[in-house]
């Protein structure tokens, strides 16, 4: 469940934490499997690159670029241009070509950890590398990087002539070390030594609200959301939690296996999802009604709530558990399964349809709140929970009038 609206691009000077590789998209589905068969996963003779037509046109191709072509071509580049490019043919948003660095820094974005100081950064057009937040809890915000810092040096290696992932790579060799860093603050320089280690990326967020309105926002569903999802509620309920708000809005989805464990702790007993491909094979996730979930629950959704997120606001609004606010979900009711070859590299593929607990494919048309609740404008321009945020207030206000709670 993941990407939406576009095909997957690389954004050139702009990574979430220490990141290599492109910038990482979610993957779907949970499934993760190796293509370890003969070939290409045991392809027929009557694929399109057996077509003798399309292997001389290639050939042409290449005798083009070897007679024309300014610069040095790089054999491998190429390759994995073409590779790229068939995938591209499919001329599906949610398909995608990883090489062996793609893939290994996706694995870990889905995995909800990378190695780094727990920083975000940018870089200008000019060079210039900023940092823009340092995360809770990271080893660069307790050795004192701010936001705001320029970056200048790693290590004392002046970093404004490299490019990001030339940064990250320098940064991530002192795994289990500490890096010196060169900022600039106020137009002084200074260093400041960070440790280099595992950070765990935060997916899920809570607070309690007024009237004992617990509130939980989850942004992703990673790895590591359940794991967070549970820490956040064993709080929430030891400060008397009576009812509960839970935040879809802009989710993109995540992974199917961590949203049915997270829905797993709220719906009875019963279907959670299926999913369906193209051979009529049918597969369930099922919730097993051994956790005890007694509170009014609200759920905000909006218009970039998509996949997990739908998968979760539709088995909410299909056993009537809770009550959806906000506005009608993105509509993505596909799953892509993620299978790795054996040099490293992958292919993300649409594999299958996936259906609420009532039997509703969602795909293109999203699903609509049983409370319609627009944004204000105000909110939209606020970072932080307010009371301009005019679809919480309405959730706020749906669950004070539930006479259980």
């Not at 892509?336 to 996936?354: C, F, M, N, P, V």
Request: with cysteine; charged share 30%; net charge negative.
């Amino acid at each position: 469940m993941d990407d939406f609206k576009k095909k997957p691009q690389q954004r050139k000077g702009f990574w979430r934490g220490f990141l290599t590789g492109a910038v990482v998209i979610a993957l779907a589905g949970g499934l993760f499997s190796q293509a370890r068969a003969t070939g290409f996963f045991g392809l027929t003779e009557t694929n399109v690159l057996s077509d003798p037509r399309h292997q001389e046109k290639l050939k042409t191709l290449e005798g083009m670029i070897d007679k024309y072509y300014l610069e040095e071509k790089e054999e491998e580049e190429l390759a994995e241009g073409i590779y790229t490019g068939l995938i591209y043919g499919l001329d599906d948003p949610y398909s995608r070509y990883y090489t062996a660095e793609e893939f290994e820094e996706a694995m870990k974005e889905t995995q909800g950890s990378y190695v780094g100081i727990g920083a975000l950064m940018s870089q200008s057009k000019d060079g210039v590398v900023t940092i823009n937040e340092c995360y809770e809890g990271s080893t660069a915000k307790e050795a004192g990087v701010q936001a705001g810092d320029l970056l200048l040096k790693v290590d004392g290696q002046d970093v404004q002539e490299m490019e990001l992932t030339q940064i990250v790579a320098l940064i991530r060799e002192k795994e289990d070390q500490t890096v010196l860093l060169t900022i600039e603050r106020d137009g002084k320089e200074q260093e400041i030594p960070v440790p280099v280690s595992e950070v765990e990326l935060t997916y899920v967020t809570g607070e309690m609200l007024q009237d004992q309105t617990g509130y939980v926002k989850i942004t992703e569903f990673a790895d590591v959301s359940y794991k967070q999802y549970e820490k956040v509620m064993e709080t929430l309920k030891e400060q008397g939690m009576k009812r509960l708000i839970i935040d879809l809005r802009d989710n993109p989805g995540g992974l199917m296996t961590s949203v049915c464990d997270i829905l797993n702790e709220i719906l009875p007993k019963g279907l959670i999802v299926y999913t369906e491909d193209k051979y009529g094979n049918r597969e369930e996730e099922w919730a097993d009604g051994e956790n005890s979930f007694d509170y009014p629950l609200a759920v905000l959704v909006n218009e970039n709530s998509a996949s997990a997120s739908e998968i979760f606001a539709g088995a909410v609004k299909d056993y009537q558990v809770g009550t959806l606010v906000g506005t009608t979900t993105y509509g993505k009711g596909i799953v892509q399964e993620t299978r790795q070859l054996e040099d490293g590299s992958a292919i993300k593929l649409t594999t299958a349809k996936y259906y609420t607990p009532n039997g509703n494919n969602i795909h293109e048309v999203g699903i609509q709140p049983d409370v319609v609740s627009e944004l204000s404008e105000e909110a939209r321009e606020q970072a932080e929970l307010t009371k301009e945020d005019t679809q919480l207030q309405k959730a706020i206000e749906i669950l004070l009038a539930d006479p259980k709670g």
